[in-house]
């Protein structure tokens, strides 16, 4: 297959008769090419298919399968051994399933029930039956390395090894041990809206990623990986969930970061912030003229109250508002803005305000198409022919050929005719780019009209009457700080996605029909308007989101939840078409681990801890800097000699790593990761808290848990703590520079240990 393929490229040419001497040969030579590479394409494919088939096949000839199930259906004498693998393979000779595809819904008995009574869903009725035997194995090279028969939970003794081992750097597929709450959220199919509130470690990302090989294998010939977008929470993550996809035989989903996605619509009109730089702004600029006023800016803008304002606006531009720019000809005035106004309002408002806007354009091409005309015999045309230089004389001669079938090739002999179709030329392209404008409604001043509802008092208080709702108590102060800002043509974070929203609810949405899922992780860190714009981008993709309210670390988040994202995207779906899944069993980190990071949020005694052992978490408080420094290089080295493969320092900010990374050269090769870092790799890094989200690391150290500024002292920082204290697998080592910080004072204190005792408590042995 691939020498046929190679063979076609080769010889593409021969097979194609090219000929462009008149229409009809070339309208041949078109049909004979597009024919040609359509032939190439489907070899490609089929070559593609195979390729990644022979893959697979030979990741089962190293690990055929992972599982048995022993399942004997009622009525039955017999029980039928179901082998479960990363993929199905039959028996040459009878076609009878030797392993089944973990995906099959079979599989779904292995992962929902223990030994004993259990049931299966199929298109033909519910069977019913007895697992009379659920089985475990690992198998590496071909050998069956250990096996285990499990009990009512499923893989305890196979779990503590998948979890003790130390990290690849990359993130492993887990479809040998995937939980009966996590196959809920890989195989639903029924829900618009999945919606996953899981603790840190619960594996919502790794349920995520299954989830998409799973509708991969259920909807494969209608659903394709260019179908499904992943929105991460950056760049580094994309690379750290990149591995998962392919090992199970799939190819990857479209990843981006929702500021990509933002960036790529706004164009190069403003300069955007990023989410990371409105973070350091939140978390270092206190004492900065203006913190408060954005702050509560920050913090409005994420709400749904917010929402409602803006759709109350637009409620209020359907009638009256919208401002409009003046489109010129040349020096002179084609329409102004106040004629465009009145045209558009006149319009029947039934008409929904994009249609109106077509229609605007449509009489603006209208006028302008006249104006062309008349222009035709103005003197600046006849200056203009005069100066025509011969590069452009033959540019307007093929030109006007080309759109003038009428036009002879003896034309241009005769001087008038010559003079006229020039004259045609000059003026067409004078008008080209003013054409292109209005159709691309630039005759909307959308900056503008964003900025009256900030500028105007009136304008707010009919946006707020319209959506029935109360302004907030800072709006002026909130107000301001958005117009300083927008007049400087720049865009902050929280104004970007409204600004989005108006301007395409004004000029029409352009909506991505094709994708069909949108999974978002990381779902708690967005905004009320960022869901409501996603679900407009999206319209016929159903949106699995997932994140834990615990880790909320963005600026609008901080001590503000009910009305924010995740309860907001909720609202936006039919309660019948949502389904909402909660994990509270934590896989990621030691039993001791978790049970410290518990007792550092309210709730945290309802999150389970998986059973396994490791060390205390260790606090080590340093007299200076230099001390501190001192301390954990030493920490690094013996880290790194006891077999940890990924090692963070994890800072509070990107200030702090840069120096952090400096400080700690001499230590050999440590990595500094920053917003635009793109890959994950193991080794030792020093990473800003907010860039350690949603990725894990064997060790973890705390740079600076003191509760001064460059530590976590406030009550707003306590989720971002939480965060980075959740990062670490086997063993976590926080430092605090003069004292330890208020979230590691009390109760607290029992569930870690110091640097004194650490000599007594000695790391488990791990594989
Ligand atoms: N069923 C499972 N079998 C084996 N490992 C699992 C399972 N579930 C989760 N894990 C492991 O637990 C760790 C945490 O998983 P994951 O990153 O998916 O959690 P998360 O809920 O997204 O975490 P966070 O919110 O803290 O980013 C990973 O190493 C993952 O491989």
Known sequence: MYSEMVDIRKNFWDDVTVNFEDSVEMAESFASLKQQAEVLSERERTHRHAARQLKTLRKLKSSPYFGRIDFMENGETAADQVYLGIAS????????????????????????????????????????GELLLKRQFVIRDGEIVSLFDTGVTIGDELLQEVLGRHSDAQMRSIVG?????????????????????????????????QRVAYLLYRFRGTLSADQIVLFSPN????????TVLPELGEENMQQTTFQDYLAARLGHSFKLENPYAQLEYALRAEKEPGYESRMAGIRYKATTGFVRLIDGYLGVLASYGIIFRDVRFRDELLMSGEDIRSYFYGLDRSIAVPNRMRLTAEWLLGRLKERQKSALKEAWVDEAVELLDKDTYLKAYQTLKRQNRKLKDDSFDDFDRERELLGQYIVLEAVRPIRSRIKKLTFVDVRSTFLKLFLDSEMAAAAAAHAGIELPEKWETICKDTIDRLLLKKMAYEDATPFLYVVERIR????????????????????????????????????????????????????????????ALAALFPASESETIVLRQSYRSTRPIVEFTSMLIPGGEGIEPFNRDGMKPILTVAQDRDDLHRSIRERLLS?????????????????????????????????????????????????PSYLAKGVEFDAVLIYDASGSQTGYGKESERRLFYTVCTRAMHELHIFAL???????????????????DSADLQPNERT
């Open 89 to 128: 393979l039959r028996d040459s000779a009878d076609e009878a399933y030797l392993i089944y595809d973990w995906r099959a819904p079979i599989a779904s008995l292995y992962y929902d029930y223990p030994p004993g009574p259990a049931q299966l869903r199929t298109p033909a009725g519910l069977i019913q």
């Open 177 to 209: 041990t995937i939980q009966r709450e996590q196959n809920r959220i890989i195989r639903n199919e029924r829900s618009r809206l999945l919606l996953v509130q899981g603790a840190a470690g619960s594996g919502k990302t790794s349920a995520a990623l």
């Open 235 to 242: 760049p580094m993550f994309n690379s750290y969930v990149s």
């Open 508 to 567: 029409g949405f352009q909506t991505n029909t094709s994708v069909r899922h949108v999974i978002v992780d990381e779902a708690q860190d967005y905004t009320a308007f960022q869901f409501a714009y996603m679900q407009r981008l999206f319209p016929f993709s159903r949106i699995t989101a997932l994140g834990d309210l615990n880790q909320s670390i963005q600026a609008h988040a901080v001590n503000n939840d009910s009305d924010t994202g995740f309860a």
């Open 639 to 687: 880290l790194a000699e006891q077999g940890n493969r990924t090692i963070a320092v994890i800072c509070k900010t990107a200030a702090q790593s840069l120096m952090v990374h400096e400080a700690l050269l001499g230590v050999g090769p440590i990595r500094l990761v920053e917003s635009e870092t793109s890959t994950f790799e193991p080794g030792i890094v020093v990473i």
């Open 738 to 756: 003069g004292s330890a910080g208020p979230f590691l004072q009390g109760p607290v204190e029992a569930y870690y240990g110091t640097a004194a």
